[in-house]
């Protein structure tokens, strides 16, 4: 029961975001039929019954009180109502059996070219809106315990040479999730106390992602100068972004949350603080004219020792002022679009991927299976953290709907298209009795599916 009333303040954000899910897919079957002069009897968005309707030029269009789909009625088309009456008279010019097999083709898929276009739409615009943030990678990662990562072999210190081939600074990072499940077997290449280590991930290892809330266990965290604010210590001792923080006194610094406890435990008026400049950093200072202040001195190469004076007396917390580089790729619209084409390519691989792997057994059905209450829990978080979350998460249940949708299952637009490929080779129309009965056969499939995952998800809470 707790868990039930838990997940009632979630039902909001999942109703939108399937009833916008299924007003794009609706709206693609809509459309082409329109295109190709069929005539609609009724657009739905929710399932009976009727909350509100009104009808246009011979379409109805209507709300539902059960927000878990909605579907286009088209005159001739044998769908989920079930309907045959039609079909015993001779084909109209304006029905959905009278037109050419391509022309049904596109009526069928254009729900599902209409969610990956709303997906791409989707990420084009967080593209253009807010860019890209991201912590380079480089340097030594860190890895949790307990991890898929620390179980697979990867070790706090390593540095990361490639994943599945690809050098990390192309990943840009590790790429998200995406690079992790698409590649069988996932294999990472290390360097571990300057020897190569190659490392080979787990067979089910989307199962053990979903058991681990999501997370690989690894994070790059770099003790790489990004910010320095103005008046701070580190602003008049002469840090710069792009300095790379070697010491601290005596402690050795390796990864960013090293600098805070290595900073408390330094004594006296003044502390030495060393750092590694990259050549472009110190460039840009010379085509500037500007001089080195006289509290930072080179100590050989690329390496600079800095005096860093602070009040011994205080009982205040010492604050260098610094913030850890964060690299934002921006974008233009121009460039944010084929870059949301690249992320839906990507997501859809990445879905696909994962749906072969349940259904060829490699990673568990149970697990990886998420319904109505999953989905409502992990949009509801997306929305608590902000429209940039929540959006993603609409992007990628548009591209999840899609990809089912588009599954040979009767009753879905994938085992229409079956039928309509028959057609086309064959050149005759399968029998209307197998397909009624296939389609009351993918009725009970996907009712018995719903029912599982209901149960699966209210277990999993």
Do not use: C
Not at 28 to 37: R, V
Request: hydrophobic content about 50%.
């Amino acid at each position: 029961m707790d868990a039930i009333l838990n997940f009632l303040p979630y039902i909001g954000w999942v109703l939108l975001a399937i009833m916008i899910l299924v007003f794009v897919h609706e709206l693609g079957h809509f459309l082409f039929a329109k295109l190709f002069k069929m005539r609609v009897e009724k657009f739905s968005v929710g399932f009976p019954p009727k909350v509100i309707g009104a009808k246009v030029g011979g379409t109805e269009y209507v709300l539902g009180l059960t927000p878990l789909g909605g579907y286009v009625k088209i005159s001739g088309m044998v769908d989920e109502s079930m309907d045959t009456d039609e079909l015993d008279q001779e084909p109209q010019p304006w029905e959905f059996r009278a037109k050419p097999v391509w022309q049904r083709i596109l009526v069928i898929t254009g729900g599902v070219l209409f969610n990956f276009i709303l997906a791409a739409i989707i990420f084009a615009g967080l593209k253009a809106t807010y860019g890209e943030a991201y912590e380079p990678a480089v340097g030594a990662i860190i890895v949790a315990e307990s991890s898929v990562a620390s179980q697979m072999g990867l070790e706090t210190g390593d540095q990361i040479a490639a994943v599945n081939g690809k050098p990390v600074d192309v990943l840009e990072g590790l790429g998200g999730m995406e690079e992790l499940l698409l590649a069988d077997p996932l294999v990472i290449d290390v360097v571990r106390d300057g020897e190569p280590v190659r490392l080979e991930g787990p067979r089910d290892i989307m199962t053990q992602l979903n058991q681990s809330g999501g997370s690989f266990g690894i994070d790059f965290d770099a003790p790489i100068v990004g910010l320095v604010s103005e008046g701070s210590v580190a602003n008049e001792s002469g840090l710069l972004p792009g300095d790379h923080i070697v010491a601290i006194g005596d402690s050795s610094i390796t990864f960013f949350q090293q600098i805070t406890p290595a900073l408390q435990s330094v004594s006296g008026d003044s502390f030495r603080l060393r750092i590694m400049r990259p050549d472009s950093v110190s460039a840009s200072l010379a085509d500037k004219g500007v001089r080195l202040p006289d509290s930072l001195q080179a100590v050989g190469g690329t390496l600079y020792d800095l005096s860093i004076a602070r009040d011994a007396e205080s009982d205040a917390p010492f604050v260098l002022g610094i913030r850890q580089l964060v690299r934002l790729q921006e974008y233009t619209l121009a460039s944010a679009i084929p870059s949301g084409i690249s992320d839906t390519w990507l997501n859809t691989r990445m879905v696909a991927s994962s749906l072969k792997r349940i259904f060829v057994g490699q990673d568990s059905f149970r697990e990886n299976i998420g319904g109505p209450v999953m989905i409502a829990r992990v949009t509801r978080e997306a929305a608590d953290m902000g429209a940039p979350y929540f959006w993603n998460i609409v992007a990628m249940l548009s591209i999840t709907l899609a990809i089912i949708n588009i599954l040979p299952i009767p009753a879905l637009d994938g085992g229409h298209l079956v039928f309509l490929i028959y057609e086309g080779i064959v050149r005759r129309e399968p029998s209307l009795k197998i397909r009624m009965a296939l389609q009351q056969v993918g009725m009970v499939i996907l009712l018995l599916f719903m029912v599982f995952v209901i149960f699966n998800d209210i277990l999993k809470l």
